[in-house]
């Protein structure tokens, strides 16, 4: 049983940074990948960024050049630094892994993040 704890979310203002970081345990397999998803009211869950077990990394568009993921998916840690917050990205963030198995893949409980303008 994989379990993924986040830490880091809060309530910053408009123009200010949060660092989230997730740690897996529990599983003896390795990962594929580690993502970082988020879910707003009403919206549903968009992936935000990922990082690969070879260290390549992709964002949605909506946070390119704001958002900084890193992380050792072999270590199984993954962060998400955040900066230039806008309201827009007022959600809960969760932290995902993947195995090489496509049945394996796994969530963390959600940490909120409220950007006030």
């Known amino acids: 049983q994989v379990q993924l704890v986040e830490s880091g979310g809060g309530l910053v203002q408009a123009g200010g940074s949060l660092r989230l970081s997730c740690a897996a345990s529990?599983?003896?397999?390795?990962?594929?990948?580690m993502n970082w998803y988020r879910q707003a009211p009403g919206k549903q869950r968009e992936l935000v960024a990922g990082?690969?077990?070879?260290?390549?990394?992709n964002y949605a568009d909506s946070v390119k050049g704001r958002f900084t993921i890193s992380g050792d998916v072999d270590k199984k840690t993954v962060s998400l630094q955040m900066n230039s917050l806008k309201p827009e990205d007022t959600a809960i963030y969760y932290c995902?892994?993947?195995?090489?198995?496509?049945?394996?893949?796994?969530w963390g409980q959600g940490t909120q993040v409220t950007v006030s303008s």
């Open positions: 990082i690969t077990h070879g260290g390549g990394t």
């Open positions: 529990g599983s003896i397999f390795s990962f594929k990948a």
């Open positions: 995902n892994a993947q195995g090489w198995v496509a049945t394996m893949n796994s």
